[in-house]
Nanobody, 119 residues
Framework: QVQLVESGGGLVQAGGSLRLSCAASGSIFSLAAMGWYRQGPGKQRELVADISSGGTTNYADSVKGRFAISRDNAKNTLYLQMNSLKPEDTAVYYC?????????????WGQGTQVTVSS
């Protein structure tokens, strides 16, 4: 099992910045990747950014150039630096970790942290 605890959400004005953190514990060895997803009001959950165990990053087109994902392996912590925030970034942000065992993908989720961007 993997436990994920997010922090760092809040209310910010458009153009502002926030940094989300996700502390991971438990069986975190052999994780294939970690990432951030979000779910806005009335929307489906979507990938924001992820980072592989080798450090390869991937971003949704809507956040490229504004958001940066990183991980501190020594602290078992994942980060999402969010700059130039827009009202459409308003959502609950979820930390995700995944591994593949026997060809089956296993996903682990945090409880989510609210990000609200006011115009």
């Amino acid at each position: 099992q993997v436990q994920l605890v997010e922090s760092g959400g809040g209310l910010v004005q458009a153009g502002g910045s926030l940094r989300l953190s996700c502390a991971a514990s438990g069986s975190i060895f052999s994780l294939a990747a970690m990432g951030w997803y979000r779910q806005g009001p009335g929307k489906q959950r979507e990938l924001v950014a992820d980072i592989s165990s080798g450090g390869t990053t991937n971003y949704a087109d809507s956040v490229k150039g504004r958001f940066a994902i990183s991980r501190d392996n020594a602290k078992n912590t994942l980060y999402l630096q969010m700059n130039s925030l827009k009202p459409e970034d308003t959502a609950v942000y979820y930390c995700n970790a995944r591994r593949v065992l026997g060809g089956v993908r296993l996903d682990y989720w945090g409880q989510g942290t609210q990000v609200t961007v006011s115009s």
